[in-house]
Structures are given as structure tokens and as C-alpha cells.
């Protein structure tokens, strides 16, 4: 990078200051450096214990640090490049430095979550640095490199891509409008260009508002075959669309420009999807009950997912928004399944080998994402639960144990284990119940459930009365009110039009083409009138679908859904779209 950034600007000299907490991995760097330096010179060395500060020396290309004496430097490049190895916290550093300290920051801030954090750091963060609701450590390194960087200076993000779209990325999003223009964003999506799990993304972002908008880049697995010979990094800087193979695997690279939610703002596009604001929806049982409505308005919100805008793709996305009746969010309380925290003791598809077997009536059949069917449960294993409240009350009520001598006993041999659970305990509920019970008295009726993750969507459903895990979302028919949306519904989400509409406005992948089902996104999707001809057609054959009376038919689905949005038959997805993998 350093002989890079000295061949392009032959006439200036660089000075480079490192961070790291580790010593081992400034360490490691210096090590690499010198064997590329030892051509050059002679010694290198360097003190990397915690809290030394080291005083310029001459790095080489790769970042070898060695001392500056006289002669020892050759060669012309080397004369104009030093560099500062710092072993300490960065965050702590930057308090000490000026304003408009640096030309460009480049950062790759770890990535530890809020439960990692804990609660006091993640309050003691977000207060220092103006963050609100969930925070992981990237979000304070990026609010502090506005200050240090000069007019004009460049930022090198390289982190997690979910801040692109999740309800927890908004600080960063908030961030990189407020205070930086970003220029080039890189999802590099399945990739697996690193070790780490979490999948990345790289954003170039300057100082100040340019007037010039964002290119944006995906790069994701896919099923088509490869159509370039290029690598992927000769692909991701392409202004055209590719398939290479990278690792022995079909990477599709697409391009757009960054969208980023605000209307009537120079270089930062806009794109009509509908204007639907919806109200937040709230819990008692600390339930993930929400709702993403979207205000379309010339002001900027952060809460806005950011995603990548194609001409094709935002014509598509117009014609589905002038004939949309109704959101998903509009319509349906969505709400996750049950999260016990203690699962080894209250679930099990062998509850009868296990000795002091509870009373049947408190063991209720449970959905996981392994019985969902497009359309219908299909069930995978006899898995239940221990679910110790009383299903006829709205409100979570536990059962009296006395009354479930065989229950008691069972629970009695956890009671260590689960009286620890000091967040529920300390609240005043009771020792043996689960952490988010959910509705009781919902349980009995019809929903349409449906994975958190899956590459497909699996929209079912159910009329059994299980109670539905955690690693599942649902819709109850009580709370919808009309059967026939529930049917509108899971034809709009299970079609070809509903994975395409999620790929382009939401956009949350994981690896192998694994898609995230949370609410923030499902709330999102559209529904056509059902009061229309073509709205009751879809409706009918939705029915049919989901209580067994057709068999599947994706291509006639597809048809249907078209025609409920105007589309015509080849309306399901942007001519130019992503393609489902």
C-alpha cells in the first residue's frame, strides 16, 4: 500500500501511524515488513509492549519498520515513507489527537456486539459518542474518524455488511450521511475473502457532503455459470455485471449506485417505493413485535435500509408500489416463536425416555424451522415443549405445579440451573418458566409461520395449535382477521415476485444464499388488492396451495402474483435484477 500511495505521488511523503491492541499482531506486521526490507538494510527492530509509543521510522511497502539511520535507505521510495507502530486502544488515542489530524484513515474495527460489550461499556459508548439502541464497537470507531480526518479526507471502512440493512446498523448509517459522502461500497457478501464469519463490506467515504453519488457493488454466490475470465477484484472494479469464479465457486458481481432513502438530495438518489408509515408495535412479554414503516419523505432516516438502486430495478420497484393496496406490516402483528434460554430443558422429541416425564397436557408440539413446507407443515420430528402456562389466558399466566406433580419433579432436577436466570427471576416471574412465552391463547389458532433463515421463502400454514420456536416467525389469523389476507399473504411471499422484491429492498444474505426472514424485512413486502379480479384469483389459488387442494405450481404462482400487481406474466422480478441463487 505505502509503495503504491509514493508511486502515485511521487512528490509527497507519507507518514503512517498503525493501532493495535494486540502486540503479537504489530509484532507479526513488523516481521513481515523487515523480510521484505532486508534487501535494503540491515537490522530491524522495534519495542511493541503495551503503551509504547514509538518514534517515527522508515517502514517498507508491505509495512517493515526499521530505524532511519543514516544511508540506511537506499532506495528513493523508502526515503519518503515513515511510519509510527502503536500498540494501545485506539479509541483512547484519538482523544489526544488534534483536529484534522489525518489525510486517510483506513479501519478495520473489531466486531463485538452489544451482549459481548456488556451493558454499562455499551451505555458508556453510546453516550460518549451520541449512539442509540444496539451498538457493536464499529459504530464508535467510525464516529470518531470525522474529527481527525482533514476536508476532503478519505475513510476505508472494512467491517460487517449488515450495517447496509439491519435495524441495528442506522448509527453507522447516520454516521456515514451525516458526516462523510460515501464514494464506493463493496458488499462483499459470501466471499469468504477473510476467516471471519460475519460476511464484508468495504465503504470509501470522504469528508464532507460531494456532490456525486455511490457506487455500489455486490458480490455473491450464485447458481449461473461464470460469463468473464477476469478475477473478482478485476470484476468488483468492472463497471459492468459478471460471473466469475472465485474458490472454485460462481460469484456473481453486480453494479448499482448506493440508495440511501433520502429524496431531493444532490448526488444521493431516490427511488419511489411506496410511502407507508406504519406504528411501532409493542409487547408486554418482551416479544420481537415490530413494525418498519417507511416515511418517504426529502429528509433523511437512518432507519431507511440502504440498498443498491438499477434503473430496471427501480422502474420495477415503482410499477410494484403504484399497485400496492397494503404492506405485509399493515396487515399482520409479526411476531418471533418462543425462546425458552434453557432449551436443553424444556424441548425434546424424546421426552418419554426421560425419567419424571412431564403431564402431557404441558407438553405442546413445537414448529422449528426443520417442518416448514412452502404453503404446509410438513413435520420433521416429534418435538415438544414444556410450556407451563395456562393456554386459555391472553396473558402469560405459569400453571400452579402442584397441580403437575410429574412437571414439578422434572423441573425440580433444574432448578439450580434455571433459578440463575437472574434477568427473569429479578423481574419477579417464576424460576421455572421460559424467557419469552408468547401468546398462550393464540396458539390454538390457524397462523401462517415461517423460518427466520432460509435460501426459499416457506411460508405455511398451520391450524395444529403447536406453539412455534424461536428460530420461526408468526402471523396469527386472530390478529389478521380476514382468512383471505392470510391466503394473500403467503402467495405474495412464497412467489417468485416476493424473493426478488426481498433481494432488492432488503437484501440481508447470509452464506449460500441464505436469506434472513426477520421482521424489519417481512414487514416490508407487498400486497396488490385483493378486492380486484386478478387480487381474488391469486387469493383462490393461494387457498387451494396452503389447505392441499392443488398441488404446488411455482410457475402458475407467478402468474398470479404478476397479474394481482399489474406486472403482466413477466413481471415477477427487474429485467435486470439479481437472480435468485
Avoid at 155 to 182: H, I, M, V
Avoid at 386 to 402: F, G, K, N
Amino acid at each position: 500500500m505505502a509503495r503504491v500511495a509514493a508511486q502515485q505521488f511521487p512528490d509527497i511523503s507519507l507518514r503512517l501511524v498503525g493501532y493495535d491492541l494486540n502486540a503479537e499482531a504489530v509484532r507479526g506486521a513488523q516481521a513481515r515488513g523487515a523480510q521484505w526490507a532486508s534487501r535494503f538494510v540491515s537490522r530491524s527492530e522495534g519495542d511493541t509492549s503495551p503503551g509504547h509509543q514509538a518514534r517515527p521510522r522508515t517502514a517498507g511497502a508491505d509495512g517493515g519498520c526499521f530505524d532511519t539511520a543514516p544511508g540506511a535507505c537506499p532506495g528513493p521510495i523508502l526515503d519518503r515513507i515513515t511510519i509510527e507502530w502503536r500498540v494501545g486502544d485506539f479509541l483512547c488515542a484519538a482523544t489526544e489527537l488534534a483536529d484534522e489530524h489525518f489525510d486517510a484513515v483506513i479501519t478495520n474495527p473489531p466486531y463485538v456486539r452489544t451482549q459481548q460489550l456488556g451493558g454499562a461499556t455499551a451505555q458508556m459508548l453510546s453516550k460518549q459518542f451520541g449512539l442509540s439502541g444496539r451498538i457493536d464497537l464499529t459504530h464508535p470507531f467510525v464516529a470518531t474518524i470525522p474529527r481527525l480526518l482533514r476536508p476532503g479526507g478519505v475513510l476505508g471502512l472494512l467491517c460487517a455488511n449488515r450495517f447496509l440493512s439491519t435495524k441495528a446498523g442506522a448509527n453507522l448509517r447516520a454516521l456515514l450521511y451525516a458526516e462523510l459522502t460515501p464514494v464506493e461500497l463493496y458488499d462483499l457478501g459470501d466471499t469468504r475473502l477473510f476467516e471471519a464469519s460475519v460476511l464484508p463490506a468495504v465503504t470509501i467515504a470522504v469528508r464532507g457532503h460531494e456532490q456525486r453519488g455511490c457506487r455500489f457493488v455486490t458480490a455473491y454466490e450464485s447458481e449461473r455459470e461464470p460469463t468473464a475470465g477476469a478475477d473478482l477484484f478485476e470484476a468488483l472494479i468492472s463497471p459492468a455485471d459478471s460471473v466469475v469464479e472465485h474458490a472454485g465457486r460462481p460469484i456473481a458481481v453486480e453494479t448499482g449506485t448506493l440508495w440511501t432513502g433520502a429524496h431531493h438530495n444532490a448526488g444521493r438518489s431516490g427511488t419511489p417505493e411506496r410511502a407507508v408509515v406504519s406504528a411501532p408495535s409493542q409487547c408486554a412479554d418482551g416479544a420481537d413485535v415490530e413494525s418498519d414503516g417507511e416515511p418517504r419523505t426529502g429528509a433523511f432516516d437512518p432507519a431507511i435500509p440502504w440498498r443498491m438502486s438499477r434503473p430496471d430495478t427501480d422502474e420495477w420497484l415503482g410499477r410494484i408500489a403504484a399497485a400496492t393496496w397494503r404492506t405485509f406490516g399493515d396487515v399482520a402483528r409479526i411476531r418471533v416463536g418462543i425462546k425458552t434460554n434453557a432449551d436443553r430443558v424444556f424441548i425434546s422429541d424424546r421426552w418419554e425416555d426421560r425419567p419424571c416425564c412431564p403431564e402431557p397436557e404441558l407438553l405442546r408440539e413445537l414448529l422449528t424451522h426443520h417442518d416448514l413446507a412452502p404453503w404446509r407443515i410438513a413435520r420433521a420430528r416429534d418435538t415438544r415443549v414444556l410450556y407451563p402456562y395456562e393456554i386459555s389466558c391472553s396473558c402469560r399466566t405459569p400453571v400452579d405445579l402442584s397441580e403437575y406433580p410429574d412437571a414439578a419433579a422434572y423441573l425440580a432436577q433444574y432448578k439450580d440451573t434455571l433459578a440463575a436466570r437472574d434477568y427473569l427471576t429479578g423481574t419477579g416471574r417464576e424460576w421455572f418458566e421460559i424467557w419469552v412465552p408468547q401468546r398462550p391463547h393464540l396458539w390454538c389458532r390457524p397462523k401462517v409461520v415461517f423460518p427466520d433463515i432460509s435460501v426459499a421463502p416457506r411460508f405455511a400454514l398451520d391450524r395444529s395449535g403447536a406453539v412455534v420456536n424461536g428460530d420461526c416467525y408468526w402471523m396469527s389469523l386472530a390478529d389478521i382477521g380476514d382468512e383471505r389476507i392470510a391466503y394473500l399473504l403467503m402467495g405474495v411471499a412464497n412467489s417468485t415476485l416476493g424473493l426478488r422484491f426481498y433481494d432488492a429492498v432488503c437484501g440481508n444474505r447470509l452464506y449460500a444464499g441464505r436469506r434472513r426472514w426477520i421482521t424489519q424485512y417481512v414487514t416490508r413486502l407487498p400486497l396488490p388488492d385483493p378486492n380486484t379480479d386478478a387480487g381474488q384469483r391469486l387469493t383462490d389459488l393461494a387457498r387451494e396451495l396452503a389447505n392441499g387442494a392443488a398441488e404446488p405450481d411455482a410457475a402458475l404462482l407467478d402468474r398470479r402474483v404478476a397479474a394481482a400487481f399489474g406486472l403482466g406474466d413477466t413481471g415477477v422480478g427487474p429485467p435486470e435484477g439479481r437472480q435468485a441463487v
